[in-house]
C-alpha cells in the first residue's frame, strides 16, 4: 500500500517535470519565434540597436496633422533644462523661444558644447528632428543629456509648438506620397462586384478631367 503511493505519488511528481519542462521549451520557442512572425511595427515601441527611422514617413507628414498643444504637453520632458517664453533664461539648457529658423546654437550667453557648435546653419523641420530624435546621434558629444523622443508624432508636435515660440518657419505641405495613392475615396466603391457601375464612373471621371486639361 505504502509502495504504491509512493509509486503514485512519484509519476505524479514526474508528470508535473515533464509538464513544466514542456512548457518552458515550448515558451521559449514560441518566444523566439515571435519576432519573425510578427513583421509588422507596433507603434511606439523602438527595437534598441535598430534603425528606428526605417519605417518612418518623412517629416511633413507628421507635421500636417501635428498639434501644438500636444507638442505643449510633450515639452514638458524638456522643462526641467529649458525655458521656451520671451526672453527667457538660458538654464541646464539654452533658452528655446526663437529658436526655429534660427542659427544652431545661436542663443547667447550659453556654453554650447563644440560637437552642436559645430554643426552649422540653421534649425529645419529636418534637422530638428533629428535632433530631438537622437541628439547624440545628431551632435555626437553633446550636452544634451537627453536619449530623444522616438516617437515622429511627439517631434512633430513640439516642433510646432517651438515654432510658435518666436519660431519662423512655414509648415510644408505634406508629402505627396500622400495624395498619391489609388486608394478610392470612401464613397466610390470598388468595382470588384459591380461591373456595370465602372463604365459609368469612369465617363464621370472623364467628363470632369476634361475641362480642367
Ligand atoms: C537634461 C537637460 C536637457 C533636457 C531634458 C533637454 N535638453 Fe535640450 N539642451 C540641453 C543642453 C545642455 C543643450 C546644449 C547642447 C550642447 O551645447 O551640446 C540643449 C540644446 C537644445 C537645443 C539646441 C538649441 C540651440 O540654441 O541651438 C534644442 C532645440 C533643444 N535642446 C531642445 C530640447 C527639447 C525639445 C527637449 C525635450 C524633448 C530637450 N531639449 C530636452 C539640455 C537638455
Redesign the pocket.
Known sequence: MHDRNNTIAGWVLFAGIIALGASIVTGELYHSERPEEMGYPIEGVVLEGEGEAEAEKPIAFYLASADIAKGEQ??K??????NVDPGGANA?????YG?MG??????PG????G???SVGGT?GWDN?SA??AN?KKF?P??????A??SNPQ?RAD?MLF?NSRGGTLTVPPPPAEEAAPAEAPADGAEPAAGNEAAPADKAAAETTAAPAE
Open positions: 510633450v515639452f520632458k524638456c522643462a526641467a533644462c529649458h541646464l539648457g539654452p533658452a528655446l529658436t534660427k542659427p544652431i546654437a545661436g542663443h550659453f556654453a554650447y558644447s560637437a552642436l557648435k534649425w530638428m535632433w530631438l541628439p551632435a558629444g553633446t550636452k544634451m543629456t537627453f530623444g523622443l511627439d513640439i517651438l
